[in-house]
């Protein structure tokens, strides 16, 4: 069948799809210390990318520059050479000055934050973006392996680890590289290969047979690049930048390439002898002939070639000397430097050579020579389809954020004296994550507001009694609970209290969700629910569930905080419930109902509930969510490990790959989320309620800020998939 013009453009966005779905979308370099070369495989990397996608961002979590600086070399180089046109603020989340400083302020989780901000700015534009980790260099470089780990962690990304073999033994390189894949390891990176830069060729056999049985598992890549003197030699023109030198000839030379160096302060018949290809000659300024020797030497057919003077002390040659230079044709660099000879040669001696934009030769021997030494298709197959399925705890966090953000909502807090909620309430309007409506005396909280420091202007405060919608409020009360006995002074009284009210608020849509629980307890905080906002239709009760932030995933668990022995039937309410708040975070459900025994093998009362749960929660599944994936009952390490499900439960779609666990009881439920989350540091963010026709969460009396921006994050999105909102494209405008 043809394909007509029309349909091209559909088709174009259904390619694109498909192909976000199938690629992985990023890769991030890291290397195992400094001068590794990981600029150089920056360069053979993106050669291998452009050939494949269409649209390739380049980012830097930290570079070495001052705020108001030029961005760092490799940024340059990348977007230099190949054309990128992204700004170079936009390449790079902060100077290595601003990391250390906010690491020595203790502010870990604002730096990756704003690492992961800066970068999903980026990625908003890119189909896929290369990130290149720090250089390892300054007072912070013994943290720094451990920063590049978190921070591809954090943002998604499998690692290219980089290592350096120059001037090493080859037991070296291999216990380098074994501690930086245990590091990776350790943070659980997703290492797709590693590249051993600057081999020598006699030790390339050894090294790569040691790193296949030892280190590295059979499907990640090894790669060996050669040694080649040029790259690691500096030019010129590096050295006179680092000197601040002064060009005095030669300036159209200054891309030579120094292989050594050699100090003239020795008597012309002895310091010839020590020239040799490449070599940088140091010389004072006032040295006349041995200016005048190395000029000869660059005419004469029978000694090596060097690459330039530098003349130091800030000496400069006699006018008539300057006139013998100007008569050469072919002319070396010469440079003068303030330094005193000496102090010159021991600078000269620690340049680190680089690939700069200005050096194009360069990066073509560059690019050659990885490409000599590295499999390209293989390469490039395996970082295309190598996809990471890793959700940090950061990373969950931040995309609460951006989702709630999205399509921005209304959100009552109803214990506006709580210095916590006060501090959350900056934080989430500073972000514009949500509109915040405060309950309480408003002289009382901005007073308060402002001995803590924060800037609360934008904040609603209402004082319940003086409210234009009070009364209404208290009629609406009476009628939804005169059944009930309840007369209209007792309404009036009721719907004094915060809780109630910030529910009302709720019901009658002056708000869209709601968050308590800072200083009441659940039940003064669920109970209005229940009795205002009350169960969708088709749902018998409420239930919940805790977002279990592990290390590298996201888990749902429910119920372990309402239900206190759920029936089959609500069992399976909740497990449909579960699932469908599971898709609404971004977790694909993968349902596992939990019980001591896994499949036909157990018997007794607790399993045989769960097992008719299992079944009615299937039969539910065909129309409330077809397609959904579930398994019952199943032990919890059936439902979590692949190992214990290959020989448990072989065929299921479900074992070893749960998302979702819906424990039979709350005695369960409760003590196994509060054992994994003390046991393996996991971030347990809940109670989420599920099931109410619009959203209200509780609060632990413990909680942090932190936890308080979460839920509220969470109550906005519960909110937005209520209207609908999640999936349009209107953002706050809808």
């Not at 000599?372 to 990373?395: R, Y």
Request: aromatic share 6%; hydrophobic share 40%.
């Amino acid at each position: 069948m043809g394909i007509n013009k029309t349909s091209m453009p559909l088709l174009r966005i259904i390619l694109q799809n498909y192909k976000r779905c199938v690629m992985s979308k990023n890769l991030f370099i890291t290397a195992t210390e400094a001068r590794s070369g990981k600029s150089a495989v920056c360069l053979g990397v993106m050669e291998i990318l452009l050939r494949t996608v269409e649209r390739v961002g380049f980012f830097r979590p930290f570079i070495n520059a001052s705020p108001s600086g030029n961005t760092d070399n490799d940024i340059e180089l990348i977007s230099s050479y190949y054309k990128l046109g992204i700004p170079p603020q936009d390449m790079y989340a902060y100077t290595r000055a601003e990391a250390s400083n906010m690491l020595a302020l203790r502010k870990h989780d604002q730096l990756l934050e704003g690492v992961l901000n800066k970068y999903k700015k980026l990625e908003q534009y890119y189909d896929f973006i290369l990130c290149e980790g720090t250089d390892f260099e300054g007072s912070t470089a013994s943290f720094e392996f451990d920063i590049n780990a978190e921070i591809a962690n954090n943002l998604g990304c499998p690692v290219l680890l980089v290592a350096n073999a120059h001037n090493k033994y080859v037991q070296e390189i291999i216990r380098s590289i074994d501690i930086s894949i245990e590091s990776l390891k350790s943070k659980g990176c997703n290492l797709l290969g590693t590249i051993v830069n600057r081999t020598d060729e006699e030790d390339t056999d050894e090294l790569v047979s040691l790193l296949r049985t030892r280190v590295l598992r059979p499907d990640q890549l090894i790669y060996t690049i050669k040694d080649e003197p040029s790259l690691g030699n500096p030019t010129i023109g590096e050295i006179a930048n680092l000197l601040n030198a002064k060009v005095l000839y030669g300036k159209n030379q200054l891309n030579r390439h120094v292989h050594s160096f050699t100090i003239a302060a020795m008597q012309l018949r002895n310091f010839l002898t020590r020239i040799a290809h490449g070599t940088l000659v140091i010389t004072p300024g006032d040295r006349a002939d041995v200016i005048v020797a190395c000029l000869s030497s660059v005419a004469s057919m029978s000694l090596p070639n060097i690459s330039g003077i530098m003349l130091t002390g800030g000496l400069l040659p006699e006018k008539a000397v300057c006139d013998l230079i100007e008569g050469f044709t072919n002319m070396i660099p010469i440079i003068s430097v303030e330094h005193d000879t000496f102090p010159s040669a021991r600078i000269i001696d620690n340049v680190h050579a680089v690939i700069s934009p200005e050096n194009p030769r360069k990066i073509i021997k560059a690019l050659a020579v990885f490409e000599k030494n590295v499999d390209v298709e293989e390469l490039s197959k395996k970082i295309i389809q190598t996809q990471t399925s890793i959700v940090t705890p950061k990373m969950f966090e931040f995309g609460l954020l951006q989702r709630a953000k999205s399509h921005k909502q209304h959100i009552v807090l109803p214990e506006g004296n709580d210095d916590r909620i006060l501090r959350a309430t900056e934080i989430l309007l500073r972000r514009n994550v949500v509109n915040v409506t405060l309950l309480g005396n408003e002289d009382e909280i901005r007073s308060n507001a402002i001995q803590l420091g924060l800037h609360l202007d934008d904040a609603k405060i209402i004082e319940i009694e003086k409210y234009p919608f009070f009364t209404d409020y208290v009629e609406s009360y009476y009628e939804l609970r005169k059944h009930k006995g309840i007369t209209m002074e007792i309404a009036q009284d009721i719907m004094c209290d915060v809780s109630f009210f910030a529910t009302m608020m709720v019901h009658k849509g002056h708000a869209d969700g709601m968050v308590s629980g800072a200083t009441h307890t659940t039940q003064n905080t669920i109970r209005p629910a229940f009795e205002i906002i009350k169960t969708k239709e088709g749902t018998s009760a409420v239930s919940s569930v805790f977002l279990m932030c592990m290390k590298d995933r996201v888990l749902v668990y429910g119920d372990c905080a309402v239900n206190l022995d759920p029936t089959a039937e609500r069992l399976a309410e909740i497990a449909i419930n579960s699932a469908q708040t599971a898709k609404t975070f971004g977790i694909q459900p993968r349902v596992a109902m939990l019980s001591y025994s896994t499949g036909e093998s157990g018997k007794g009362e607790d399993v045989d509930k769960v097992r008719e749960a299992t079944s009615i929660a299937k039969e539910m599944a065909k129309t409330a969510f077809p397609g959904l994936q579930l398994e019952g009952p199943i032990q919890y390490d059936a439902a979590v490990d692949p190992e214990v499900a290959r020989i448990k439960m072989s065929a299921s779609e479900v074992a070893g790959k749960a998302t979702v666990f819906i424990f039979p009881d709350l005695n369960t439920g409760n003590n196994t989320y509060k054992a994994v989350q003390r046991s393996s540091g996991a971030v347990a963010i809940g109670p989420v309620l599920q099931g109410l026709k619009k959203p209200t969460n509780d609060l632990s009396r413990g909680c942090t800020v932190p936890d308080i921006v979460n839920t509220v994050a969470i109550t906005a999105i519960q909110a937005q998939a209520e209207k609908g909102c999640l999936g349009c494209d209107k953002g706050s405008s809808c």
